[in-house]
């Protein structure tokens, strides 16, 4: 059976209490559907990525949380993934680039590489301080570089993971920061791509680790979430 996968992101009211706000985010990760979960900054202040069997069983578990959602929580959207791409880190031997330089051409590894920007019908790769143009296509650099923790954020850009600050979500649309300051935003058709990094990489032992002991603590979610005061 297929599961049905699940990005939730909620936006905290912060008239609560700190301690409220607190036991509602442990509540969250007794949730029966939950997998990982992440605090970010911007419209959201928790991202929550799960599975479930049905929308119907999602629904249940939703209702379970209905009366604390109500109370803790000003804004919910809920976004239910229908094809989920991997982000693939290199293995074996680093992928590289020729680039030309003066007098020739120049081996430069992928993980020296920001990113490439498109310009015309030349792309123009970033490697630190130094930039040059090589006339290849943007598919023919991410099959090269794809597999070596690049990923694409527009059909114009494709960044080094490790070169993204932070991911926000502002006026309905997600932006990435780079490093260097740069804000890109990041088309619809690669938004997925995107929140499945950040899943990937929030998924840490600190919150694997949390989740494990709440979930063997004895407690089921439901007599979990009846302690939240709803003072």
């Not at 301690?19 to 442990?26: S, T, Y």
């Not at 943007?138 to 990923?151: D, E, P």
């Amino acid at each position: 059976m297929t599961r049905l996968n699940v990005v939730v992101c909620l936006a905290f009211d912060h008239r609560a209490s700190v301690e409220g706000l607190g036991k509602f985010k442990e509540c969250v990760l007794r949730c029966p559907f939950v997998e990982s979960a992440m605090e970010v900054t911007g419209t959201f202040d928790l991202i929550v990525q799960g599975s479930c069997d049905s929308l119907t069983e999602y629904t249940q578990n939703m209702e379970l949380i209905r009366p604390q959602l109500a109370q803790y929580v000003s804004r919910l959207d809920a976004n239910f993934i229908s094809k989920k791409v991997e982000v693939r880190s290199g293995e074996g031997t680093e992928s590289a680039l020729w680039l030309p330089c003066d007098g020739g051409r120049r081996r430069v590894e992928a993980c020296l590489i920001d990113k490439v920007v498109a310009e015309g019908d030349y792309m123009r790769v970033h490697v630190g301080k130094w930039n040059c143009l090589v006339h290849l296509t943007m598919q023919r650099l991410y099959q090269t570089l794809g597999h070596s923790g690049f990923i694409k954020l527009h059909r114009s850009w494709l960044v080094r993971v490790g070169f993204i600050d932070r991911v926000i979500h502002e006026k309905h649309r997600w932006l990435a920061r780079l490093r260097d300051g740069t804000n890109v935003t990041v088309a619809k058709s690669h938004v997925h791509d995107v929140l499945q990094l950040m899943t990937a990489e929030s998924s840490t032992a600190e919150v694997n680790s949390a989740i494990r002991s709440q979930r063997n603590d004895g407690a089921s979610p439901i007599e979990e979430e009846s302690k939240i005061s709803i003072s």
